[in-house]
């Protein structure tokens, strides 16, 4: 089955940058649109980014734009969440997720948890003021 190991949280003052990374086993990678969320205590999972496939596309959640970046490398079946000018509001447990592409000719992020079908367990962030 297809497994997903978020690595590379940890605590970070703010202003400060991390790197997550997501490790996918027992399925082709090259064939996953991957998305990235999020979950602070009391509150909703809620959506961060997301890369196409291949690469070419990425999405973001307006909360996180322009500071976090989704890459991915189909050769090494990893993709990245690369977090820069931490905020403490960014303090969560951080998810990655993965769906079957559709090769449709248009890219359409997905933003929904619904829309993933394989999650990682889950890495902590705790970015201190």
């Known amino acids: 089955q297809v497994q997903l190991v978020e690595s590379g949280g940890g605590l970070v003052q703010a202003g400060r940058s991390l790197r997550l990374s997501c490790d996918v086993s027992?399925?082709?990678?090259?064939?996953?649109?991957m998305g990235w969320f999020r979950q602070a205590p009391g509150k909703e999972r809620e959506f961060v980014g997301a890369?196409?496939?291949?690469?070419?596309?990425?999405y973001y959640g307006d909360s996180v734009k322009g500071r976090f970046t989704c890459s991915r490398d189909n050769a090494k079946n990893t993709a990245h969440l690369e977090m820069n000018n931490l905020k403490p509001g960014d303090t969560a447990v951080y998810y990655c997720?993965?769906?079957?592409?559709?090769?449709?000719?248009?890219?359409?992020?997905?933003?929904?948890?619904?829309?993933?079908?394989?999650w990682g367990q889950g890495t902590q962030v705790i970015v201190s003021s």
């Open positions: 890369i196409s496939y291949d690469g070419e596309n990425t």
């Open positions: 997720a993965g769906a079957q592409a559709e090769w449709s000719g248009d890219y359409y992020p997905k933003v929904f948890q619904w829309e993933y079908n394989y």
């Open positions: 027992g399925g082709t990678f090259s064939d996953y649109d």
